[in-house]
């Protein structure tokens, strides 16, 4: 079991990371003082631990559709009638849908009652619950509306990842490779709960470090800029993990091309990437103009310094950091540049790494 500390200014909490750590919760509640939980929960009712307090269990759906400001009325009613107070906690237990739901009705509910995330996806283990980022969609687009709101604990129960379908623990290694490039070691061939402790590590150390997303923690968006571009051109066909890890890959080109990194970095890209059996190229359907246009129009990639230019977090010479000043041309000459291959065929090829398979 791993254990890792998350301070911040005036809160500090604990992500433990290992096999049945959600049997942890009862401990968690009453070092709290709550007496009363709510939980809502995404999974099955044999895998919500007991609170040992009086506890309302809410079922709930995973997913974005569910993943509004009507969700959040509905919990926030159900904790009225059944008399919860500031002095309670509300626990989460699902994906990342569910935690960032969950997390904005705790934050809101009496402006602000105590959370206990149980992520159950390996996305919202090693990147989601973690943090105090909160939010819900909008029609307009996604995580539009939210809150920080940090929880009290963080238990990345890894006994839950046995019933994850792979193509969402391939999900999750996307988060994970890009991991390599922002300062983590060499995770790759390491067990499940070691990469999963060591992307929690580096993702606490950057939030500590700039807990409300004013510098430091742009680096966290390493690949995310043309990830959130082909998520979107693609419709969601591609899962974020995906999408991230081709846009990791196309973030090492673009180093290489400004001159940031030499060759054997640039292959440590694709090398890193593949290794976790993710895709490494673009979709063929996708046209390079339409994915920069959809750059242009990505709130964090727009280029502060230079006129039509976009911002991406960068690998360099210092380690990565965010890049505010990358030429369009330099951008759609790297992008057609990239290999291209029929979407069908990339996630159908994706497979699950070999030798880390959930403990
Ligand atoms: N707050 C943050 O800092 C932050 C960071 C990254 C992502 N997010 C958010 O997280 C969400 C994505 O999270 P996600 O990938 O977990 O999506 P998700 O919650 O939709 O879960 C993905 C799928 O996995 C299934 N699932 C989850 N746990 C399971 C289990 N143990 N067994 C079987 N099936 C299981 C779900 O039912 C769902 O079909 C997005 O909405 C994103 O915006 C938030
Ligand atoms: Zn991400």
Redesign the pocket.
């Known amino acids: 079991m791993a254990s890792i500390p998350l301070r911040l200014a005036g809160h500090a909490y604990d992500v433990l990371i290992g096999p049945g750590v959600r049997t942890s919760l009862a401990g968690i509640v009453r070092r709290l003082g709550a007496e009363r939980a709510v939980v809502v929960s ?2 099955p009712q044999e ?1 919500v631990p007991d609170t040992g307090v009086e506890t309302l269990l809410l079922p709930a ?4 559709q569910d ?1 509004t400001f009507a969700t959040v009325e509905a919990l926030c009613g159900a904790f009225v009638r059944f008399g919860l107070t500031r002095s309670d906690v509300v626990v989460s237990c ?7 739901v969950v ?1 904005l009705a705790a934050a809101l509910y009496h402006r602000g009652v105590p959370v206990v995330h149980l ?6 283990q090693v ?9 819900v ?1 909008l029609p307009q687009g ?2 539009l509306v ?1 809150a920080y709101w940090q929880p009290s604990a963080v238990l990345c129960d890894t006994d ?6 792979p193509r ?1 623990l391939l ?2 290694y996307g ?1 994970i490779a890009r991991c390599h490039f922002i300062g983590a070691p060499d995770l790759r061939g390491l067990p499940l709960v070691d990469q999963i402790a060591a992307g929690v590590r580096l993702k606490a150390r950057v939030v500590e470090a700039d807990e409300r997303d004013t510098g430091l923690r742009h680096v966290l968006n390493y690949g995310h800029t043309l990830g959130h571009a082909l998520e979107k051109a693609t419709d969601y066909a591609l ?3 995906e999408a991230v890890a081709i846009g990791t890959v196309f973030a090492g080109r673009l180093a290489g091309a400004l001159g940031r990194i030499d060759a054997a970095r640039v292959a440590e890209h694709l090398d890193v990437v593949r290794s976790y059996g993710l895709p490494t190229a673009v979709p063929a359907e996708t046209a390079p103009q339409a994915l920069i246009e959809l750059m242009r129009h990505d709130k964090k990639a727009f280029g502060k310094r230079a006129p039509g230019s976009l911002a991406f977090a960068l690998d360099g010479p210092h380690g990565a950091e965010l890049v505010d000043d990358v030429p369009q041309e330099v951008v759609a000459r790297v992008l057609g540049g990239m290999p291209r291959a029929p979407l069908a065929d990339l996630v159908d090829t994706a497979a699950v790494p070999v030798g880390a398979a959930p403990s």
């Open positions: 995404a999974r895998w759906r995973d997913g974005e993943k699902g994906g990342g849908t569910t935690t960032d997390g992520p159950t996806s390996l996305l919202a990147d989601a619950s973690v943090g105090g980022k909160t939010a969609n996604k995580n939210g839950y990842l046995s019933t994850l379908p969402e999900n999750g988060e899962r974020h993990g």
